[in-house]
């Protein structure tokens, strides 16, 4: 061992590196045929054959299924690999202003259990804490699942999510509590679960969940919520554009209406104050048409009310507009249930941003209203974890680390 | 070597790994002090001073000088080491409206020789790319530069520059011979100089040798120029943001006055029909004021011209204010002659912006005007070059690929 200058260590060292990328692809996607696996890595075939074979020998990897339900056109079923799952579990939470959503899997990304518990809008933190932790317990105990080896916790939260020193905004402009939510959060699932705790802000979450869940091309996504505020999201290469300061995607504060209406926030014109479903209700009731909730708003014929959901779309157009020039999204995607009961959001805001940018096909993203439901913050918390290697930097990898065969 | 389970093994795989990263440290940043290598990869003095060790050893690394010059406090000097300088050489050319610039670099970031040469705005591409050429030729002649092993040809053009389909711009709107420019470009310089080219907007590179030349955790930054036209870039982790078509970063091109006046891009109202160089000396005379160059538009005490300048600043303002709302980046740079000369600019954009964003400091990015001079181009198009993995992928590795003696 004075020096190792041996000839199949060349070819050891590139496996190695090799291992490693496939580990990674299944860490981040979970469960890969050996063909998607070699797409995801940029590697032929027989190269991936030989790898996997040798990972499945030493357990580090499973066979959990074949792609018998998802694939399309006929021939054999593959195998679908994925790692071990009992290496370790992972905890996705999120913290609406109504209620808990929880969503628990392994490292095979096979959700184990999931559900929701409401509570008041009013609630303070270490309430809402106290009952995601009974759903959690309430979960495990109906489902049988154990945290022999959680490797992480991820949480949205609702409002901005800044990095680091606490953002001075008014006492509970976003939220019962805001300030001082994050580090409660933080802290008290630390201390109960013994595992690292990743907080972000949910809508953030969520466009993560959905720029995954789109097409597999469309990896820089412009996420935007229209709900009882209006947030928002850059996704790029599959992660999310945090900023210097963790305040990246506030789409719903920009001005829209210079001198417009005072927001929560406490400028004034806030995109929120034009298209967010309290701001359009506020509007449609101003304007003389009698819609009191969201269903109403979605499915009123009164032309008044179609108005009011246009003017809101051509006001966030005008918004993503900008927003499209500089960061050149592949696609926009709509999340709320007002965008996906009135397809006028859509297609308003998709004319609106059309307009807005140069005339040329390559300069416009495709649109479309989210796909997910209300597990989309949980689903995109897990995701997160899946995908930050800060986090997972001790994730168990194929112990010991060594050279396979030649 | 049937089974290659030995104990030193593990050991030599990590050293291998911290190689890699060291190796990339130098690839992107040129020469550094070990300290600032051990910053750079997060690794401690003492590993870095073994792992540089064996790659002096090896040749894959040399002493280039030490940081007497650079030094802040006292205490011996520090020796800066770089990759081999012979190992290759790195060519960046940038085309503006009315002159290329050049630059040659060695593996160790030395910048060889460089130069400029001036041609009409209504010269061709043919004409401007014999142009380079013949300036290519005169420097290496002059400064004895070879291309022995060249690496990598980095090329700004202007107007916006798409990844795929060609745009459907007008003809001659961003410059002669826009559309087919591109292509045009690649091809010859690849016949040329037998080499890998890389061609990308000028103002983008430009932003990422500002971004490069500013504070190093200044890695979230948005760049706008105001000269003939306004254009911009975004960086991201000291990286280029190209959107999903290659258009990203077009904030001259953004719709500030719904309803303006008619932009060479087709549309109507664009920022860069309010804050190019030409637009506000057109504002001027509009409004009385006898200015007719950029010197005297930044030394006019008229207090219309100011108000002018103002205007502009408030109309960058407000297109900066959304896209910091949304990329929430640590430092804003404005280019071109006008935001060096002229402080007002700079003042009053950041005054504007400071209005559109949440009232927190954690929300607000630092403003400067840029620091590089006309050589910031060619200077990014090297940058470019040094961090752009897909190029260097076949970059001379210390070969052979081995563990060291452990």
């Avoid at 969520?206 to 597999?216: H, R």
């Avoid at 859509?346 to 479309?368: C, H, I, M, N, Y």
Wanted: glycine content about 12%; overall charge negative; aromatic content about 4%.
């Amino acid at each position: 061992m004075s020096d190792m200058r041996l000839p199949g260590e060349a070819h050891a060292l590139v496996r190695h590196t090799h291992q490693e990328r496939v580990l990674r692809a299944l860490r981040e996607r979970g469960a890969l045929s050996r063909g998607e696996i070699a797409r995801a890595v940029g590697l032929s075939r027989t190269t991936i054959s030989e790898i996997t074979r040798d990972l499945l020998r030493h357990g580090a990897v499973v066979v959990v299924d074949t792609d018998a339900a998802s694939r399309a056109g006929s021939g054999r079923p593959a195998e679908r690999l994925a790692l071990d799952p009992n290496s370790g579990q992972f905890l996705g939470v999120d913290f609406g202003h109504r209620r808990v959503r929880v969503a628990i899997a392994d490292a095979a990304h096979e959700v184990l259990a999931s559900g929701r518990q409401t509570y008041d809008d009013s609630t303070g933190w270490p309430e809402r804490i106290e009952t995601a932790f009974a759903l959690i317990d309430r979960l495990g105990a109906e489902r049988g699942v154990h945290f022999r080896a959680l490797q992480g916790i991820g949480i949205g939260v609702t409002g901005p999510h800044p990095r680091s020193s606490a953002p001075h905004a008014p006492e509970g402009a976003f939220g019962p509590g805001f300030a001082a939510a994050r580090d409660d959060v933080d802290v008290s699932f630390a201390e109960r679960f013994g595992a690292p705790v990743m907080v972000d802000n949910n809508t953030r979450l969520a466009a993560l969940a959905e720029a995954l869940a789109g097409d597999a091309s469309a990896e820089n996504v412009l996420y935007v919520r229209l709900s009882d505020g209006v947030g928002g999201a850059l996704v790029i290469g599959g992660r999310l554009v945090p900023g210097a300061t963790g305040l990246a995607g506030e789409l719903g504060h920009v001005t829209v209406v210079p001198g417009g209406g005072r927001c929560r926030c406490g400028k004034d014109g806030c995109l929120e104050t034009v298209a967010s479903v309290p701001a359009m209700l506020a509007a449609c009731r101003q304007r003389g048409a009698d819609v009191g909730s969201l269903d109403e708003l979605a499915s009123s014929t009164d032309p008044v009310v179609e108005e009011v959901l246009r003017d809101a779309a051509r006001a966030l157009g005008r918004a993503v507009g900008v927003v499209a020039m500089v960061f050149n999204p592949a696609e926009v995607v709509i999340g709320g249930d007002i965008a996906r009961l009135a397809p006028v959001i859509v297609e308003q805001t998709s004319d609106t941003v059309g307009a807005e940018l140069f005339p040329w096909v390559a300069a416009k993203p495709a649109f479309r209203c989210a796909r997910l439901a209300d597990d989309d913050g949980a689903t995109g918390a897990l995701a997160a974890l899946f995908r930050s290697s800060p986090l997972l930097a001790d994730y168990p990898e194929p112990a010991p680390i060594r050279a396979l065969p030649a």
